[in-house]
């Protein structure tokens, strides 16, 4: 990703690196999803479908600006279910829900980004590439929901090309969320997802119905070994 010498002179406000990652999609009719996402943002369509993912991973090494480094901040499971929006002239995610292992990323997810986060139990294993995951929600302010998903990993993708679906689902580069009534973009930096294939062996969730979609079939899925991240505020689109 490029950016000005006075953007890339920025101070990120945290610092990350996403492991073990799978992403799982499904098509969803544009309309909708039309209905679940702010009328301010455009849905961002491929092939015609909107699309959601369900998006598993660890997150390793993680410092937040302004804040020490607690273990409960560093290192924890953490799992996504967004879809893809148009705002502002830029392309980037809307979350529908973040489930977190451990409260501090859950409190500062919410205050810090206005975040949809999620406070969860994780029972996670990985044993010869394969990944055995599964979350259930605590009782909170949200929707109850669990999920299992175990995957196999494979071998090392092609670098995905702009205009492939592969590049559509991965390589975005803001956030969307609403905060006091307006519609802001957070950015995120990162090198382009070195992606490998991945098999899902065993899938049962319920997060994606908690977010009001329906899917049916398997998805389209894909993994990633790991990722360094940088995440910067919010701002008005």
């Known amino acids: 990703m490029t950016s000005s010498g006075s953007e890339n002179a920025r101070v990120p406000d945290v610092r990350m690196n996403w492991v073990d990652l799978l992403f799982a999609h499904w098509r969803v009719d544009p309309a909708v999803m039309r209905r679940l996402v702010p ?94 995951y599964g979350l259930k929600r605590r009782a909170g302010p949200w929707a109850a929901g669990q999920t299992r998903v175990k995957w196999r990993v494979g071998e090392v993708m092609p670098r995905s090309e702009p205009g492939s679906l592969e590049h559509f689902l991965t390589e975005r580069y803001w ?28 899938l049962d969730d319920t997060l994606v119905a908690a977010a009001g979609l329906k899917v049916e079939g398997a998805p389209i899925v894909m993994a990633s070994d790991r990722l360094e991240v940088e995440g910067f505020g919010l701002r008005t689109v």
């Open 175 to 202: 956030l969307f969320t609403e905060r006091f009534g307006k519609i802001m973009a957070g950015e995120v930096r990162h090198e382009p997802w070195t992606l490998r294939s991945a098999e899902v062996l065993a």
């Open 39 to 132: 009328a301010e943002l455009e849905i961002d369509c491929f092939d015609g479908s909107a699309w959601v993912g369900l998006v598993p991973f660890r997150m390793e090494g993680s410092e937040f600006r302004g804040f020490p480094r607690l273990p409960g901040l560093r290192d924890f499971y953490e799992c996504n279910v967004r879809t893809y929006v148009k705002g502002g002239g830029k392309s980037g995610v809307w979350f529908f829900s973040l489930d977190a292992a451990t409260l501090l990323p859950v409190l500062g997810g919410r205050w810090l980004w206005s975040l949809n986060y999620v406070y969860s139990h994780f029972a996670v294993s990985r044993i010869a590439g394969v990944t055995n």
